[in-house]
DNA sequence: CACAGCTCCTGGCAGC
DNA sequence: TGCTGCCAGGAGCTGT
């Protein structure tokens, strides 16, 4: 699934691939894909719009044009794909919901498989971002930001998952932060002490980096847009590794369900 | 306000 | 071998 890193590392390949060009035309090839406007507005909109830059916020791609945004989000299984002049094969995958021709013969191809992710174009990015908690990346997350987002009765693993608290984190960096902090998932995040908040932030922002520095991690589904894998899947301590050693302490790691996701912890490290 | 449950969706896999 | 049915999960929504 794509979180933080992964749209990271999406992005970054997108700004050297697609600033300056120009989209030439636009196909939708699954309606469903396009949220928002309707999908006649969306193809006329966008054909003969350049773009101009490629930002991350959160989970979503931002592909900035002439006063207008086209933002992605990819959900569990979305990719953005470059598709060279020279090999249009990727054209013909099934999977294919929308394609976007571009002036030098390339085609930035958005495939999904469970037609989870969405496409957004809108004027002003902030209708759909302007609601997104902090960055944890920016000088402006300090250890203080974070004790902000923490000042609710909730247990500490959904509330760092619900993007409007910290934006970015998924299922797999959530349970590798709270192990790399030392914290359990089903904590009260007001029960945090100052050193846990220090240890959590710093933990919160390595895993990112980390990840970002791996190319993102792979498990199934995540290509970069070079359809390359990530190689973080190797350097994860919890997530995915039920019943294998933990990397600190070497007890088992274990499985549980916290909001209805797949939990990832150390029995022994994480109280 | 907190949180459980449901929805979307389909490939992959466990169980029979 | 082949079928059935469950699972994963981001985010928005409803219900308690």
């Known amino acids: 699934m794509p979180e933080l890193p992964e749209v990271e590392s999406i992005a ?9 060009r120009c989209i030439a035309s636009v196909e939708v090839r699954w309606a469903g894909a396009v949220d928002r406007p309707a999908v006649d507005a969306f193809v006329n909109k966008l054909s003969g719009q350049r773009v101009r830059a490629v930002q991350r916020r959160g989970k979503f791609v931002i592909i900035e044009l002439d006063g207008r945004a ?14 060279p002049a020279t090999q249009p094969e990727l054209l013909q995958d099934p999977y294919v919901r929308a394609l976007f021709r571009l002036d030098d013969g390339s085609v930035l191809v958005f495939r999904d498989v469970r037609k989870f992710g969405r496409l957004y174009l809108v004027q002003d990015p902030a209708e759909l971002v302007g609601q997104l908690g902090p960055e944890p990346l920016t000088d402006a997350f300090t250890p203080e930001a974070l004790s902000a987002c923490l000042r609710r009765k909730r247990q500490l693993k959904p509330l760092l998952l619900d993007q409007h608290v910290l934006a970015g984190l998924g299922n797999i ?22 050193d846990e908040v220090a240890r959590l932030h710093e933990a919160i922002r390595a895993v990112l980096r980390h990840a970002i ?3 993102g991690t792979t498990l199934r589904d995540y290509r970069g847009c070079d ?12 997530y995915g590794r039920r019943a294998q050693p933990c990397p600190r302490c070497g007890a088992a790691v274990e499985r549980i369900v916290v909001g209805q996701r797949g939990t990832h912890l150390c029995p022994i490290c994480q109280k």
Request: some cysteine; charged content about 25%.
């Open 227 to 238: 359809g390359e894998p990530g190689e973080h899947q190797y350097a994860l301590a919890v």
């Open 12 to 20: 970054r390949r997108l700004t050297e691939r697609l600033v300056g």
């Open 213 to 215: 520095d791996d190319g």
């Open 173 to 194: 960096y959530t349970d590798e932060a709270l192990w790399a902090a030392q914290l359990h998932p089903l904590r009260s995040a007001d029960s945090l002490s100052a």
């Open 70 to 83: 086209l933002l992605v989000h990819l959900r569990m299984a979305g990719r953005l794909l470059m598709c």
